[in-house]
């Protein structure tokens, strides 16, 4: 019987240099396509360099399989193009997309966008564009839908995607709010990587980066040299908590310890603004090991910060492959 498979999305650790971002995604988009990773996640907001269906069209043009995570916000569009978009790029390319559905966004966007709405009702508007865009993808026959943010009538998409190409939706809130849309349209629950590595895993996808070296000494001097403590880093974060009403970034930021735990959890790189998650620091072997234990528990997807660079990717690589499910 053929072990169970972990998808695996790549997402480049924060950027802040629109020089270099492109170069970044792409050289993760290229090693994650020959290396079998399942796509990269591309981010959306007022912040991101570029827009992420563009980045997607322009990845899948220079990949043979590459399927990407693109981030979906309703503040940004209509669920009928977002269809459209999912639409052309299977005609395209002949490949699937993943979405990844997102409320947030900084509350100064939002103001600045006119979205006035609630944290809560953000994500009735959520569950209301994925069921509309869900029918709009499968449906052989215009649509009628009566929902409080989305009104369609006889509203249909052509050409009608093959079933084969239907994308699947993701959710990454924290919020209870988050997790009951995501009950409710069936989308894939994501979570963050808990302190303690063992409790609390209550969803099939998980969100964290890896550092890894052949020894866990080596592993964990090396995450030192590349992910230093800096006030000034550590200030950019108290400002952007100032500008969210994020629920997972405050649970995270709650935790505030930058000390590399004994079980290899490090909040460091997300409390100095490098990193928008926690990571797992280790050897290889005991990354596998610790890979291998998750999905025991029902992990199946995973959202990967990865620093964009070959030789740390080779090392992410290895620690994967050590779970035997990569």
Request: charged share 25%; net charge neutral.
């Amino acid at each position: 019987m053929t072990p169970p498979r972990l998808r695996v999305f790549p997402a480049i650790s924060r950027n802040r240099d629109p020089q270099k971002y492109i170069g970044e995604l792409m050289r993760v988009a290229e090693f994650a396509d020959r290396n079998g990773f399942e796509g990269i996640l591309l981010f959306e907001g007022n912040d991101v360099f570029v827009e992420p269906w563009a980045m997607a069209q322009h990845i899948m043009g220079a990949t043979t399989r590459s399927s990407p995570l693109i981030a979906v916000n309703p503040v940004y569009m209509h669920p009928f193009t977002a269809a459209k978009f999912v639409s052309s790029l299977a005609q395209l390319h002949g490949r699937k997309v993943y979405l990844n559905m997102i409320t947030g966004t900084a509350v100064s966007d939002l103001q600045g966008l006119g979205d006035d709405q609630s944290h809560a009702d953000r994500y009735i508007r959520l569950g209301e564009f994925v069921g509309l865009m869900r029918q709009l993808l499968a449906s052989p026959r215009p649509v009628n839908f009566a929902g409080r943010f989305y009104r369609a009538h006889h509203l249909q998409l052509r050409p009608r995607l093959p079933a084969e190409l239907m994308p699947e939706f993701l959710i990454a809130g924290q919020s209870e709010a988050a997790q009951r849309v995501a009950k409710e349209t069936g989308c894939i629950k994501m979570q963050m990587l808990p302190p303690d590595l063992d409790r609390g895993l209550d969803a099939p996808g998980m969100n964290f980066g890896i550092f890894a070296r052949e020894g866990r000494e080596e592993a964990r001097q090396a995450a030192k040299l590349r992910f230093r403590d800096n006030p000034d880093d550590r200030e950019l974060l108290v400002l952007t908590m100032e500008n969210t009403d994020s629920v997972w970034k405050r649970h995270l930021y709650a935790g505030q310890s930058g000390e590399l735990g004994d079980n290899g959890y490090w909040l460091l790189p997300f409390l100095t603004f490098q990193a928008d998650c926690p990571y797992l620091v280790g050897s290889y072997q005991e990354i596998g090991a610790k890979l291998k234990d998750f999905a025991a528990k029902g992990l199946t997807t995973i959202m990967l910060d990865m620093v964009a660079d070959e030789t740390e990717m080779q090392h992410v690589c290895k620690a994967l492959a050590a779970s035997g499910m990569f």
